[in-house]
């Protein structure tokens, strides 16, 4: 079995930080793209940063300067460390990865983290 835990959410005041991560663990062969996504109540789950194997990384407009995402490929690990946090980035945030693992097989699939809540407010 191969899942991914997340940690790092909390209550953050404006302006405030935090730092998210994400580990997968299993019988992990390797892991390609890792995301963060959010979703805040009554809206969509929205793509918010993804980094490639190699380290390329894009980001959502509205978060573009004050968030980063940075991987450690030897822990299977992925982090998100948001700065100057908004009350608008209050949401569930989750992680997803692409990844191949062994299961008496070969598998390729996307996996999702439980997700975290991160709220801003004052």
């Known amino acids: 079995q191969v899942q991914l835990v997340e940690s790092g959410g909390g209550l953050v005041q404006p302006g405030g930080s935090l730092r998210l991560s994400c580990v997968a663990s299993?019988?992990?062969?390797?892991?390609?793209?890792m995301a963060w996504y959010r979703q805040a109540p009554g809206k969509q789950r929205e793509l918010v940063a993804t980094?490639?194997?190699?380290?390329?990384?894009d980001y959502v407009d509205s978060v573009k300067g004050r968030f980063t995402i940075s991987r450690d490929n030897a822990e299977n690990t992925v982090y998100l460390q948001m700065n100057s946090l908004k009350p608008e980035d209050t949401a569930v945030y989750y992680c997803?990865?692409?990844?191949?693992?062994?299961?008496?097989?070969?598998?390729?699939?996307?996996?999702w983290g439980q997700g975290t809540q991160v709220t801003v407010s004052s």
């Open positions: 980094i490639a194997y190699a380290g390329n990384t």
């Open positions: 997803n990865v692409d990844l191949r693992y062994y299961n008496k097989r070969d598998f390729r699939n996307v996996l």
């Open positions: 299993g019988s992990i062969l390797e892991i390609y793209t």
